[in-house]
């Protein structure tokens, strides 16, 4: 009986980390102030066999374009990630690390050693993503 229990809990903590790898899944917009001025990114994340992969698209002053994000992490509501991007002739790595909280994902940015900025991303739904329809 007792190892019917433990089992059970394990198959149940299992689903809960599945819920929060499709809960995760999607596209997810933000707009934040940082040093070099506003910037708009959007997060396409998904999820095949507990693996994540994503990619960022973003605007910003210094140009637009879009990244693959790595190290893409999920525990709990925990989550962090990462970019890497050109600078100078330089590649800088930008770390993500923040909560998901049903559809938004609050995360602290750090960049390099040079500034850390804090943002809200939000779940663009199915209906914010599809142009409406013309007759």
């Known amino acids: 009986m007792k190892s019917r229990l433990i089992a059970i809990a394990i198959l149940f903590l299992s689903c809960l980390g599945l819920a929060h790898a499709a809960d995760l899944a999607g596209t997810w917009a933000a707009n934040f102030d940082s040093q070099i001025g506003p910037q708009k990114y959007t997060y396409e994340f998904k999820s095949e066999d507990n693996k994540f992969t994503g990619k960022a698209t973003y605007v910003h002053s210094m140009g637009k374009g879009s990244v ?13 990630f990462s970019e890497t991007v050109a600078f100078d002739g330089n ?45």
């Open 91 to 135: 590649e800088l790595i930008i770390t993500y690390t923040g909560k998901i909280a049903g559809d938004e994902l609050k995360l602290t940015r750090k960049v390099g050693d040079f500034a850390t900025e804090e943002l809200v991303a939000k779940r663009v739904k199915d209906t914010e993503a599809k142009p409406a329809a013309t007759k």
């Open 68 to 80: 693959e994000l790595k190290n893409i992490a999920l525990k709990g509501d925990d989550i962090s």
